[in-house]
Structure formats: C-alpha cells, structure tokens
C-alpha cells in the first residue's frame, strides 16, 4: 500500500542552522501538508500546498520557515534559522483530492534543536 | 475553536471490553476523520465519515456522526492490548476551502489492560 515517507527520522541541528526536512507523498496526492507536534502536545498545522503554491498557512510558518516542491516526487520544509522552539515532531501528509479526502501521514522526523 | 474536542481524556478498559470515544465540533464539516497515534510515532488513519453519512464501519471499528449535535463517537469492540495508544478525530471543515487543514485535539489516550 502506498504510504508517505519523510527523512531523516531524526534530525540534531545547532539553533541558528538551518534544517530541510523531505518528505516522498503519496505518487497520486494533489494536497500535501506540514504538521508539528511539539513533545506532550497537540498536532498543530503548519502550511497547505497546492498546484505549486502555498494555499493556506498558520501563525506558526513565520518567514522562518519555507517549503517547496523542487521535482515531482519531494514536498520539502526548510527552517532557515533554528530556534530551541522548533523542536518537535514534523510531520508530512498528502491527500488526493484535498478536503474531501484522507490525510495521510508520514511516520514525521524529530527535529531537536541544541 | 474550530478543532476537535475528545471526550474522555483518558479510558482505561479490559482487553475484550468495548472501548467509546467521543467527539465535539463547532461549525460545519465536509469529513470527520479518526486517526490513531502510538507514543512517539506518527499519525494512522483509521476512519474518514463524510458530512452526508451517519455511520460506518472498519473491522472492529464503528464511527457514527451526528451533524445536528456536531458530534462523533469512535467505537472499538472486542479491545486488545495493541489498541493502546492516543486517539484524535480531526474535522476537515467547510469553510476553509479543498485545502482543508485538519485540526486536532489534545486526544483521548487509551489503554488496554491485558
């Protein structure tokens, strides 16, 4: 069964760096999606991508922070400038026909911030 | 809010017990999904019911919808012990468009006692 895939499963930077987070979706999804879950909390949203260009983003996706979709298989999430803060779980999710469909979700990378 | 609420917070139960979870929202939904979080791990999906549906089943899994009340249960019958983990419902909601983010709740965490 298809499934979404994200590397690396953890991810060690020095605040300051700048990370990329990668993430395979799903061959067929139109949607794809970041999410973070900071350790003992909830799942929050970051950013939706569609057709090449951002559709919807939180509070949280500050300039900070970046994604793009560099060929036709990698959804990617860059974070220029690590803070402490932005340690936490990073999950990728991609959906076929959007709102109307499953999200799924890859098994995220563990970002932790020094 | 426009997130899932979960009710309990907690539930403990006897492997073979059925285990009920329970779902709030606040304004009108295209979908409802459930999805399933083992400590540390990523998101499963376990169950999407559209708007226009009032139950639906998956294996051990009965999810009803009652959109007058903006309310879901997630029934599991016949629990095991590798049910145990954290349970969300997650709204993809009408008014945010086909990119529809989801939002989750803090979760339900479950355990099943051997």
């Known amino acids: 069964e298809p499934e979404v895939t994200q590397t690396p499963s953890h991810q060690v930077t020095q605040m300051g760096q700048e990370v990329i987070l990668r993430c395979v979706p799903i061959s067929n999804h139109l949607y794809f999606y970041w999410y973070r879950q900071i350790l003992g909390q909830k799942v929050e949203f970051l950013v939706s991508f569609y057709n090449n260009e951002i559709s919807e983003k939180s509070e949280i996706f500050d300039d900070q922070f970046s994604v793009e979709r560099p060929d036709g298989s990698n959804f990617t999430l860059k974070i220029r400038s690590t803070k402490l803060e932005d340690s936490a779980m990073y999950f990728c999710?991609?959906?076929?026909?959007?709102?109307?469909?499953?999200?799924?979700f890859g098994p995220g990378t563990r970002l932790t911030v020094l | 809010s426009q997130q899932g609420e979960e009710d309990p917070q907690a539930l403990s139960i006897q492997e073979g017990e059925n285990a009920t979870m329970n779902c709030s929202y606040k304004t009108s939904i295209n979908n409802l999904q459930w999805y399933r979080q083992n400590s540390g791990r990523g998101l499963v999906h376990l169950i999407l019911?559209?708007?226009?549906?009032r139950e639906k089943h998956s294996g051990r899994l009965r999810v009803t919808l009652d959109t007058s009340k903006k309310s879901s249960s997630l029934l599991i019958t016949a629990s095991r012990a590798a049910d145990t983990a954290s349970y969300f419902c997650?709204?993809?909601?009408?008014?945010?468009?086909?990119?529809?983010?989801?939002?989750f709740g803090k979760g339900i965490t479950l355990s099943v006692r051997p």
């Open positions: 997650a709204p993809s909601l009408l008014s945010t468009g086909a990119n529809s983010k989801l939002t």
């Open positions: 999710a991609s959906s076929r026909r959007g709102s109307v469909d499953t999200q799924y």
């Open positions: 019911i559209r708007s226009n549906e």
